[in-house]
């Protein structure tokens, strides 16, 4: 009898984020936790994670669409946008839990990186910087919007 070749499947990197968005979430969670800029802000890990999900599920689906697709409009980016400027961030601290996400992204993938089908995956992480940049992007007209105009007061 001849032993069974296991033969290790490739996936991809939609599938990769789509399957472990738990774990890249808890990363982002203890870095931004451990992140003095952003702790200035109490909040709970709720308040803090709560566009993940959207954002995560979002990406995955640009992935799926391929390379020729154009940034996904989120209003979720935007509400977090809102919501960020409610709360007493300023830019520079969305920027920053921006880029944690980035790097939490990054992480996820070279954490399965055994598991990934590598023959796009350069073209994949320019994918996943543009998605996450739009997003940011979002994120930041839906801050401005919140802005008291020049002139008014609160």
Known sequence: ?????HMSTKQS?????????????????????????LTVLFMNRQQRARH?????????CRLRLGHDAKAIVSNAAREHGIRRCMQGYTVPMIVEESRILEVSIFTTLQDNLANL?????LLDVAMIADEVDSQLK?????????LPKAGQSH
């Open 1 to 5: 009898m001849e032993p069974i070749l």
């Open 13 to 37: 990197v939609a599938t990769i984020l789509e399957k472990n968005s738990n774990s890249t979430i808890n990363g982002w969670i203890s870095s931004v936790e451990h992140n003095e800029e």
């Open 52 to 60: 993940l999900g959207p954002l995560l599920a979002a990406l995955v």
């Open 117 to 121: 089908d590598g023959h796009k995956v």
């Open 138 to 146: 979002q994120a930041m007209i839906g801050f401005t919007e919140r």
